[in-house]
Nanobody, 114 residues
């Protein structure tokens, strides 16, 4: 069963930056299409950024131009660089394989507040 552990969240002021990290298990991580998701207070979980096994990326309109997803297959890691953070980016952030999804981790809390 593939598993993921997210880290790097925290409290940041509007306009600030954070870099999230996701450590993955599984010997064939390199073939996974991966995604970063978030679930804000009272909201459904949504996909914010995806990266294919070939490192093709896509982003939700709400984060395009501000967030950058990347991966390091040798370390089995996925990253999410978040810049120009807004109040509405406050959420618990998760990473997972796109399809089929693995087990959901605990996520990492990102709070944007002045």
């Amino acid at each position: 069963q593939v598993q993921f552990v997210e880290s790097g969240g925290g409290l940041v002021q509007p306009g600030g930056s954070l870099r999230l990290s996701c450590a993955a298990s599984g010997s064939i991580f390199r073939v996974y299409d991966m995604g970063w998701y978030r679930q804000g207070p009272g909201k459904q979980r949504e996909l914010v950024a995806g990266i294919t096994s070939g490192s093709i990326t896509n982003y939700a309109d709400s984060v395009k131009g501000r967030f950058t997803i990347s991966r390091d297959n040798t370390k089995k890691m996925v990253y999410l660089q978040m810049n120009s953070l807004k109040l509405e980016d406050t959420a618990v952030y998760f990473c997972n394989r796109r399809a089929p999804p693995g087990s959901w981790g605990q996520g990492t809390q990102v709070t944007v507040s002045s």
